[in-house]
C-alpha cells in the first residue's frame, strides 16, 4: 500500500462500506457511497488532464461533496488546495495561480469569484450544483485505484492566512496528514461506532484533520454543520448523538451563551477539543460544568498540519495549558538567539517532528526564516511548567510594550473573561506619543447584562500590576472574527487614544 493519504478513506470502505461516513441533517453518504464519488471524482479530472502532483483547488462550504471532491484529488495523485468558499476574486486568483492549479472545483453559489479566479490563473472550473453535479460523476469513467505517492510527497497546500502581505502556502506531505489524523484518533478517543461534530471548517486545518481525516481513519460518522450556528450545533449534539466535539474557543463559548443551552440534551458527548486561539479559562470551566463532558485543549498551526501538543486524556488536564507534545514531536521555548530558557520563563514555542510542513510553496526565502535546523519557528510565545506542560502567553507579533514594560493581551484578556457580563475580549496595543504603545480591549456583553466601561477597567485594575490594566476599553455588538471564528485582533477598530 502507497502513502497516500487517500487511503483514509478507502481503507475504512473496505472494511465496512455500509456503514455513514458522513451526514449532512437527513442525508447519509455510506463509506461505501463516498469512495465511489471520490473515483469518479478522480476519473473527472483524469479526463481534464490532471495528473500525480497536479494543484486542484476545492472551494466548497461543509457539505459531502467536499470529503467527495477531496478524496477523488488525491487518489489520483493530486494536490489539494483547499479555499475559503467566501474568497473575493481577486483573492480566488492569487489561491490558484500562486500553485499553478490546473481545475478548481467551486460551490455553484459562489461560482462567479471561483471563475473570475479561475480565468485570471489559467485553471479550469468545475461548479458543483446538487443534483446536477451527481449526473456529472454518474458520467465519469471512475478511477478506482489510489495513486502511488511517496510518504513525503505534497498532499495538501494549506495557505496562512497572511496577518501581513499576501498567504504562504504550507506544504503538508501524506506522512504528517494521516500520522497527525492518526494521533486524533488516539487523543480524542474516536472508533468506528463514534459521531464527530463536523463544525469546523473543512479547508482549514483544524477540520480536515482533526474532523475530517481522523474520523475516516477511524471509520466513524462525521455529522456537518455548512456554517456554524451554537442552537444549530446543539441541536445536532442531541439528534446524532455526537460523542466528539472539535472547536475554537468562541463557538465553545457561542453555545454556553446561546438560547438554547440550559435545556440542550449533551449526554452523548464525551470529548471536546479546542485549539485555533486560547481558550479562556472560565469559558473552559463553564462549558465543563454545563454539559458535563471534558474539555482538552491543545496547540498547533496550519505548518504543523495542524496538531503540535494537547492535553492528553490519559494524563491529568492543565486549564490554561496547551499541554504537552504529541507522539513524535518535540517542543521547547528558545530566546531571540535559539536558546533554550530557564523553566518558567518565556520565550517562543519551536517545533520538531513529523508534523512539520516541508516548507512555503515556491517561498525558499521565507521557509528558512521559519525554519532553521530542522526546528519550525512558531511566532507564539510562551513557558513551561516544571512537568513539562506548555502556557502560551501571545502571539509574538500581538505582545504590547508599554513604557518598555510587557504585557501579554491573553493574561488582560483571561482576567476580563472573569467578569460576569462578558462574553467576549481582544486586547490590542493602541499607539501613545510617550510609551509607545497603550492597552486597549474592545468588549461584548453577554445578552441582557449591562456594565460600564469604567468598571470593567477596575475590575482589570484590581486583579493586575498597575501598568497591565487597559486605559481604553470599549463595547461592541460583536469582535471581528475569521472563518473558523478565531477573533481577528487586526480588523477590530480601534478608536484614536
Known sequence: ????????????????????????????????????????????????????????????????????????????????????????????????????????????????????????????CVLVKPGEFEQLLGEQEPFREVADRAGDDTAVILYTSGTTGTPKGAELTHDSMRTNAEIAVELFGISDDAVTLGALPLFHSFGQTCGLNATMVAGGCLTLIPRFDPDKALEIIARDKVNVFEGVPTMFGAMLNCKSADGADTSTLKVCASGGSAMPVEVMKAFEAKFKCQVLEGYGLSETSPVASFNHPDKPARPGSIGTPIRGVEMKVVDEAGKEVAQGEVGEIVIKGHNVMKGYWGREEATAETIKDGWFHSGDLAKVDEDGYFFIVDRKKDMIIRGGYNVYPREIEEVLYEHPAVREAAVVAMEHAELGEEIGAAVAL????????????????????????????????????????????????????
Open 446 to 497: 453577554k445578552e441582557g447584562q449591562e456594565v460600564t466601561v469604567e468598571e470593567l477597567q477596575q475590575f482589570v485594575k484590581d486583579a493586575v500590576a498597575a501598568y497591565k490594566y487597559p486605559r481604553k476599553v470599549w463595547l461592541v455588538d460583536e469582535l471581528p472574527k475569521g472563518p473558523t471564528g478565531k477573533i481577528l485582533k487586526r480588523e477590530i477598530d480601534v478608536p484614536s487614544s
Open 1 to 124: 500500500m502507497t502513502a497516500n493519504l487517500a487511503h483514509v478513506l478507502t481503507s475504512s470502505a473496505a472494511s465496512g462500506g455500509d456503514r455513514p461516513a458522513l451526514k449532512l441533517d437527513d442525508t447519509v453518504v455510506s463509506y461505501a457511497a463516498l469512495d465511489e464519488a471520490s473515483a469518479r471524482v478522480a476519473g473527472m479530472l483524469k479526463s481534464k488532464g490532471v495528473e500525480a502532483g497536479d494543484r486542484v483547488g476545492i472551494m466548497l462550504p461543509n457539505v459531502p461533496y467536499f470529503p467527495i471532491a477531496y478524496y477523488g484529488v488525491l487518489r489520483l495523485g493530486g494536490v489539494v488546495v483547499p479555499m475559503n468558499v467566501l474568497l473575493k476574486e481577486r483573492e480566488t486568483g492569487f489561491y490558484l495561480k500562486d500553485p499553478g492549479a490546473k481545475v478548481v472545483i467551486a460551490w455553484a453559489d459562489f461560482g462567479e469569484a471561483a471563475e473570475a479566479g479561475a480565468k485570471e490563473a489559467g485553471a479550469e
